[in-house]
């Protein structure tokens, strides 16, 4: 058995963990960035507390605006950068920290698009805060980047990227709305449970992923009909940060693997596609190990993510897709189609999602026909 695992340099969780964020950001610096969702106004007191050069981050990140990015904090001479939002938010603070001290644009860095250039300097030193229950971003090392002119996302990765400190503070989802709420801890429990099936799981990973999935589990239902629920909320917070945990160290799957090309060609967020898609990832993957590789271990793995979401110790594979689906339905997930997605449009997406990442580390490559079948039945 051999493997690595690597995270953020300093992790704190907790309720109240915020209000040390000005204290904390000035441990490294002296003029910072804040880098926030759409709106400043819910980061204002960090903003105001830092005197901080503001930059809003109006939807999920593309490579124009992490060149924007990187202008403002050229010529504000900022050296140290914060993001208190959604992963979004995460993200593109994570990439104008990267690209602002390697120079060149943020293209050239891109996976699967772009060159692949490496990131060999080290970023500016990166805090982030995550708001929502759901990307695991503060924790990975990686930035999901759109870039328009080829229809796709993908990813800034070193393991340089991985922030100085990720501070994770329940409080601050406590008003994030419904929508949202599903949205996001459904990316969480799809984080949750690709790393655990993936082909590169390993012993740390999988315990992370136990707890996660069973957290989430308990705890999505309850948030998504009670914001305020103080347990529910730390649960999904907690889960949420284990599956970034799990990802950056075992890799994604089919799921992910779908969501980097249609988030790329469609406006949909990133969360909402992972919801969409996820019971079907899970069938396809089931369905083709039981045609093709019946003795694979993941098998009795998707037994066990059954009997962990279900709380039934007789549950099977099916039982634990079915129970998804099932909480999919009641958190009124979008379909694809929601998003303007065609069937016309599916054999390109399938051609992309084949030569995505993620698709790396699912647990049996699956044919063009299967992938298909997988996509068509999330529209």
């Known amino acids: 058995m051999r493997f690595e695992f690597a995270t953020a340099t300093q992790i704190i969780f907790g309720e109240g963990t915020a209000a040390g964020l000005p204290e904390l950001v000035r441990t490294f610096g002296t003029r910072p960035m804040v880098v926030t969702g759409a709106s400043t106004d819910r980061a204002a007191w960090l903003i105001s507390a830092l005197a901080a050069e503001a930059f809003a981050v109006p939807s999920e990140p593309t490579v124009e605006l992490v060149r924007e990015g990187v202008k403002r904090i050229r010529s504000a001479g900022c050296d140290v950068i914060v993001s208190i939002g959604g992963g979004s938010a995460i993200d593109a603070g994570k990439a104008i920290a990267a690209i602002a001290t390697n120079g060149g644009e943020p293209l050239e860095f891109l996976e699967v698009v772009g060159r692949g250039r490496t990131i060999s300097t080290p970023p500016l030193p990166f805090i982030a805060a995550p708001t929502t229950a759901g990307t695991g971003s503060e924790v990975t090392r990686n930035a999901v980047l759109g870039s328009i002119e080829h229809g796709v996302k993908a990813s800034l990765r070193s393991p340089l990227m991985l922030p100085r400190v990720a501070l994770v503070d329940p409080e601050l989802t406590y008003e994030m709305p419904r929508t949202i709420t599903a949205c996001t801890g459904l990316d969480a429990l799809t984080q949750l449970i690709e790393p655990y099936v993936s082909s590169r799981a390993n ?49 994604l799957g089919v799921v992910h693997g779908f969501a980097a090309p249609l988030g790329g060609s469609w406006k949909a967020p990133h969360g909402a596609l992972c919801a969409a898609l996820l019971p079907h990832g899970m069938a396809a993957n089931v369905a083709a190990l039981r045609r093709r590789a019946p003795q694979h271990p993941v098998l009795e793995r998707y037994v066990v993510i059954a009997r962990l979401l279900t709380g039934r110790p ?8 079915e129970w998804v689906r099932s909480l999919c339905a009641e958190l009124n997930v979008p379909a694809l189609h929601t998003w303007g997605i065609t069937e016309a449009d599916l054999p390109g997406v399938v051609e992309k999602a084949a030569h995505a990442s993620s698709m790396k580390a699912n647990p049996l490559p699956l044919t063009s026909g299967e992938l298909l079948e997988l996509v068509t039945s999330a529209l």
């Open 203 to 251: 012993p740390l990973v999988d315990a992370l992923c136990m707890d996660g999935i069973r957290r989430v589990g308990g705890a999505l239902r309850r948030a998504y009909n009670d914001g305020g629920d103080r347990d529910a909320r730390s649960d999904m917070a907690l889960g949420s940060l284990f599956g970034g945990l799990a990802l950056a160290n075992a890799g």
């Open 314 to 321: 007789e549950a099977s594979a099916e039982d634990g897709i």
